[in-house]
């Protein structure tokens, strides 16, 4: 997405959109979504609860208005809505989630294209991995700490 400015220089800046989201305990409200054509994804402005503002990669059944999380640590209750970044660990058997982040990664690995999902199919913990399948039945084996969005990358 290009932002034209004012001034003499005309200039074109790109925006900046978060896709770690790795900020903890923050609430977010949703200002808009808007279609990125040069990203060709839906993008949703968030305004943070400590001010700051930031495009990230909208999920399905957002709307604007909506308060959204990011990561939440230890005995902090979340409500498992869309649009919410949380610890693999929280997730219930068959939740669908997007934008799989590994531990030691600083990059989104699994379920990152528009339209795409994992799906938790079952967790051993004593192992600390988890079983996700892809929509074209492909499983994996995820550690536990792994960070997703709950919800389906919106998309066209």
């Given at each position: 997405m290009l932002l034209r400015t004012r001034g003499k220089q005309h200039h074109l800046s790109s925006l900046s959109v978060d896709y770690?989201?790795?900020?903890?305990?923050l609430v977010a409200t949703i200002?808009?979504?808007n279609f990125c054509f040069s990203?060709?994804?839906?993008?949703?402005?968030?305004?943070?609860?400590?001010?700051?503002?930031?495009?990230?990669?909208?999920t399905e059944s957002i709307i604007i208005g909506d308060y959204i999380s990011t990561l939440t640590v230890n005995n902090i209750l979340i409500n498992l809505l869309p649009g919410n970044r949380c610890f693999l660990t929280l997730l219930?058997?068959?939740?669908?989630?997007?934008?799989?982040?590994?531990?030691?990664?600083n990059k989104i690995t699994y379920a990152k294209a528009k339209g795409c999902y994992s799906q938790l199919i079952y967790s051993k913990l004593e192992l600390n991995l988890m079983l996700i399948k892809m929509p074209t039945d492909r499983t994996f084996?995820?550690?536990?700490n792994s960070i997703a969005t709950i919800g389906r990358v919106a998309g066209k």
């Open positions: 770690r989201r790795s900020s903890f305990n200002l808009s979504i990203l060709t994804k839906y993008l949703a402005l968030l305004k943070y609860s400590n001010g700051a503002y930031s495009y990230i990669k909208a219930t058997s068959q939740q669908i989630f997007c934008d799989v982040k590994l531990p030691l990664s084996y995820l550690h536990l």
